[in-house]
């Protein structure tokens, strides 16, 4: 984005097959999750974070990328919803800033020159148009908005097998706490929020799910928590032996699970 002229419009989708706010468990985020920050590295590059400049990491985890945007010189600051993961974060990069916040509604009282995402968005979408311009107040003019979330069909096999189980089970139909819009919509969202999009990309990413032995019934556990919450012990072991029946012939391979993620990716800058 340095270098180019801000005021013309270039837009790139591109979609292509590569081979490849919640209570959360922040130790089992990094051991069996760590795959979430390690995919962010591309994004970093994109991000390209300049010696003294200033970044927000929104929905920064337990810190990994915003130790690798600051390993490259830049003073960022990690934020995030869940204080299970702020605590972890300021536990293992303690030279770094870490704030609990809220992507709808945080307030830094400096500009920043970037504002940096990697797989937060997605769990912000009850208002998404609030989180974009939370984003904009907080960057200078021509600051950069970097960031990647899941896209449309995002875990469309995964999501469908746990609506077949919930429904066998007479269960109502889930309230999935995701929002994977598409890229014309987003691209929409952002044009209007005050953004002239440079990049956007719109991909699949089978990613490997290494640390899950149960396959989609542990990938439930850890990302769709919320959906278990107050139902027996019996009818929870039930229902993700179902989900793991249902999703196994989609994304069971002789390697182990692999989910089926489609990734939103974009740069924006705003006017
Ligand atoms: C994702 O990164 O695409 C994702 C992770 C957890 C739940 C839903 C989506």
Not at 8 to 15: A, G
Not at 41 to 53: N, T
Not at 138 to 158: D, I, K, S
Request: with cysteine; glycine share 10%; hydrophobic share 45%.
């Amino acid at each position: 984005m340095r270098g180019r002229a801000a005021s013309e419009c270039e837009l790139i989708i591109v979609r292509y097959d590569t081979p490849s706010l919640m209570t959360w468990n922040a130790r089992t985020y990094d051991g069996g999750f760590g795959y979430v920050s390690a995919h962010g590295a591309p994004l970093v590059d994109l991000l390209d974070p300049r010696p003294g400049e200033r970044i927000v990491d929104l929905g920064c985890g337990t810190g990994v990328l915003t130790a690798e945007i600051a390993s490259r010189g830049a003073h960022v600051l990690g934020i995030d919803g869940s204080p299970a993961m702020i605590e972890k974060a300021l536990a293992q990069y303690p030279g770094l800033d870490f704030i609990v916040g809220d992507g709808r509604d945080f307030v830094v009282a400096q500009p920043y020159d970037a504002v940096f995402s990697n797989a937060a968005l997605h769990w912000m979408g009850s208002e998404p148009d609030a989180v974009i311009s939370s984003v904009r107040e907080a960057l200078a003019p021509g600051g950069r908005f970097v960031a990647e979330m899941g896209g449309a069909g995002n875990c469309a096999a995964l999501t469908a097998a746990v609506s077949t189980a919930w429904r066998e089970h007479g269960l109502p139909d889930p309230d999935l706490p995701w929002y994977f819009p598409t890229p014309a919509e987003y691209a929409g969202r952002l044009e209007k929020g005050g953004f002239v999009v440079r990049i956007l990309e719109y991909f699949d990413r089978p990613t490997p799910l290494d640390e899950c032995p149960n396959g989609a019934a542990d990938w439930v556990r850890m990302f769709a928590g919320s959906l278990l919450h107050q139902l027996p012990a019996e009818l929870i072991e039930s229902l993700l032996r179902r989900v793991n029946e249902l999703a196994a012939p989609a994304l069971r391979r002789e390697t182990g699970w692999m989910a089926d993620y489609v990734r939103l990716r974009f740069a924006a800058v705003r006017r």
